[in-house]
């Protein structure tokens, strides 16, 4: 449990609040909200969540078993013995498969090798993405919480004047669907990196 898995227990009551204070009466015309829901289209209490199940230490679990089995691909292309010793049609096929079965392993670019290779640096990438994901929501969620608007959603009787209830819960919505719609965007770059990871096109 990291901070982000404390700090959602106990925002639990406020974005609950939030997002039925936004189901019921909507948001002030022209918030900063609106355009950060169309982002995200989720309620803040569901955005939340879906960033806190983000689990970067299981994706990053799988990185070392793949970059062994890259290094194991490479190696058996490289062990691949040479038809030194004889020739003929035989030697040649062989040879030709040889070939084939070393550019499968390692040489070509769209070799097992490249492809486990590409998949762990993706993985690398993926888990920092998580892991900054997870601590940007959690420093938004520590300013929420302890923001003038969480005390007047979360405090019965609680008021402050020019700042009424739906306008709060608006406010606290756009810092928190800001904070991950940004992110997510971020991870849009990723997409550039599973293009090693296509099946290759006949040519």
Known sequence: M????RLLTVAEPLLSRVDQVLSAAGAPEGHQVWPELRRVRL????????VGALRPAAVAEAVPELRAQARACADTADAL???TSWTGDAADAYEALRRRTAEQLNAGPNSLS???TATAD???TLTDWMTHSRNALAS???EALTSAESLILTTPGATFPGLPETRAAADIAALLLRTIADRYDLAEDLLAEIGPLRSPQPV
Do not use: T, Y
């Open 2 to 5: 990291d901070q982000l898995d």
């Open 43 to 50: 309620l803040p209490g569901d955005a939340a969540r879906s």
């Open 81 to 83: 013995p040479l038809a």
């Open 114 to 116: 490249r492809r486990m």
């Open 122 to 124: 993706l993985a690398d």
């Open 140 to 142: 938004a969620l520590a």
